[in-house]
């Protein structure tokens, strides 16, 4: 996957709360169309890495791009070009399915008509068509999930922030979801995605370890699991975790 | 649709969707208007009084068939001087009038059963003006503006102060910070909204709602409770929706430093209920605070509105003698206005 363009470019990327230094100069590259995991125990700095990618803080120092869009002057760019599903399941419960993926769609800037022809197309493949005018408080949470990636990606945006996006749902339905991520992939989304189900990072291209502020390994989950004579994803990150000194 | 419609009809179908809260908002209104303005009313009536009379003249036949034919008294009678102490102690009447012409200057006499000091007030005042309007024995006092001393119009200015309040600070700050628990705001940051566009309609839904009950208020106020309609309602239609605007900004500055919807609460509720229900003038007179609570009083917005309104509405006084209140309400609408907006800015 490397060998494609880079789509987020990230250089000695640091941001500094007071003394607190929650991300400590981390570099690295993900190309485009990629899966790439960025895995970290909790206070390891994944939020406020994804953050500042996603425009919502600036960098204390260091420099970045995003979608071709550089993360200092270019926020509200990047913000046009990305899809982003946060940890907690957020779309407006006492709005219909059709209304959350109407309101995100159009503050995406998509047409009336682009909406209708891809939401369409949405409920088909995920046959939620009968759910379509169902408020979203109703239906189960492993279809809310689903709802929320579509809402994400409905404008087609070069890059998709999931920020644990499978929290709290059955092995299944988080099978079915990695399909969805796998498809969208396909179709030339790039796919920044955290997690703290290590089997899930077996599904990513390629995987970043942080640990206090700073990315310890950065490598596919085939290498990594060579590199430290493990048999799961789960024991690597175990090793690599183990020296950290933030917890929650 | 362009985003910022999107946006104003989304925070409307939440507002209609709740549909309960939506309901207690519409009628807690005309709830506190009615309950103040009648049931909870200082106002006496059927006072029931006695006169002793001397001698009869055609003035004190003048004077006694006003008291018969006021809706406000019941005439129980004519009775001995020495009847008077008895009839009252027993509760028989509440007042009695007594004429003395024996002998010159001519002095009437009030006596009055004060055993309910409100209730003895109103009726003194009630039977004062009665009889200084047929008399030419002189008594002083001069109820202005609100002569049958009505409580129903005291209570709409303070109660108007509340509401507005209670809607726009308590309910805006509640919406914003609810989106920040669900995690809804942080999808609406992380997209291309400009931040002024997510508040603006926040805020513009919010508006609309006070227009609705600022409505129900006045037609009310106008009609059931008889506030004397006049040119000052436009006065007092614009001041109400910088009140309203002032309130809308609280609301904004309260959910940039409230992280949950019931921390919001709490502090709206200690920073506005309280203040507006006892420094507010809304029931306790500012004028009779000691210095000290006259001083802090000046930072409640509700006081100044109350006062406005109070000067608009009961005196209907033109718009020059309520200059002070408007310029401190608009310079408190900027000052917080601007604080609000930039705190929020600086958070994401």
């Known amino acids: ?129 009968d759910m379509r005018n169902a408020l979203v408080k109703e239906i189960p949470l492993g279809w809310k999930q689903k709802l929320a990636f579509a809402a994400a990606t409905m404008h087609s945006p070069d890059v998709v922030f999931l920020d644990e996006p499978t929290g709290g749902v059955d092995p299944a339905t988080r099978r079915r979801f990695w399909e969805m991520i796998y498809q969208a992939s396909s179709q030339g989304m790039t796919i920044f995605v955290t997690t703290h189900y290590l089997d899930e990072a077996e599904y990513c291209h390629r995987v970043s370890i942080m640990v206090d502020g700073h990315i310890r390994a950065l490598d596919s989950p085939a290498m990594l699991k060579k590199q430290y004579h493990a048999a799961t994803m789960d024991e690597v990150f175990r090793i690599i975790a183990q020296g950290a000194q933030r917890t929650d | 649709m362009s985003i910022f419609v999107s946006i104003i009809k989304k925070e409307v179908l939440h507002l209609v969707r709740d549909f309960r809260t939506l309901t207690a908002v519409l009628f807690m209104p005309v709830v506190l208007l009615l309950l103040f303005g009648f049931a909870i009313s200082t106002e006496v009536n059927n006072v029931r009084i006695v006169a002793v009379v001397d001698m009869h003249t055609d003035q004190t036949r003048q004077i006694i068939e006003k008291f018969s034919s006021n809706p406000y008294f019941t005439f129980e009678g004519i009775v001995h001087a020495g009847e008077v102490d008895k009839l009252l102690r027993k509760g028989k009447a509440d007042a009695a009038v007594i004429f003395d012409y024996g002998k010159a200057p001519h002095r009437h006499q009030i006596i009055v059963d004060a055993s309910n000091t409100t209730m003895a007030q109103t009726s003194t005042a009630y039977i004062e003006s009665v009889l200084n309007e047929s008399s030419e024995t002189p008594i002083v006092t001069n109820t202005l503006y609100n002569p049958q001393l009505k409580s129903a119009y005291l209570f709409v200015p303070g109660i108007m102060g509340m509401i507005f309040i209670l809607i726009c600070a308590i309910m805006t700050s509640v919406s914003i910070v609810s989106e920040k628990e669900s995690g809804t705001m942080n999808l609406l940051l992380v997209s291309p909204i400009r931040p002024r566009t997510i508040i603006l309609g926040k805020l513009v839904p919010y508006f609309l709602l006070s227009c609705i009950i600022l409505t129900l208020v006045l037609v009310l106020s106008y009609t059931v409770l008889g506030i004397p309609f006049s040119a000052s309602a436009f006065n007092v239609i614009w001041i109400t929706l910088l009140y309203i605007t002032l309130a809308l900004s609280l609301g904004l500055l309260i959910s940039t430093i409230a992280a949950t919807q019931v921390s919001a609460l709490l502090v ?21 605070m000691p210095a000290a609570l006259q001083w802090l009083s000046c930072i409640v917005p509700a006081r100044w509105y109350i006062s406005a309104m109070r000067i608009l509405m009961i005196q209907q006084l033109p718009l020059e003698h309520v200059l002070t209140e408007v310029s401190v309400l608009s310079g408190m609408t900027i000052a917080v206005l601007a604080l609000a907006i930039k705190k929020f800015n600086a958070k994401n």
């Not at chain 1, 913000?79 to 219909?96: A, E, V």
């Open chain 1, 1 to 129: 996957m490397k060998e494609k363009e880079p789509i987020i470019s990230v250089c000695n990327l640091t941001k500094k709360f007071g003394n607190f230094t929650a991300v400590d100069n981390i570099t690295f590259e993900v190309g485009k169309g990629e899966i790439f995991g960025f895995l970290g125990a909790n206070g390891a700095g994944k939020t406020t890495a994804i953050r500042m990618l996603c425009g919502l803080s600036f960098p204390t120092s260091g420099s970045g791009t995003v979608a071709g869009y550089d993360i200092m002057s270019q926020a509200e760019e990047i913000k046009r070009h990305i899809g982003y599903m946060s940890q907690k399941f957020s779309l407006y419960q006492d709005l219909t399915v059709w209304e959350n993926l109407k309101l995100f769609s159009t503050i995406y800037g998509m047409t009336d008509r682009e909406i209708k022809i891809k939401a369409d197309m949405v409920f088909t493949t995920l046959g939620m068509a």
């Open chain 2, 268 to 288: 709206s509720g200690v920073m506005f209920m309280i203040p507006i229900v006892l420094l507010s003038g809304m029931i306790f007179p500012v004028e009779n």
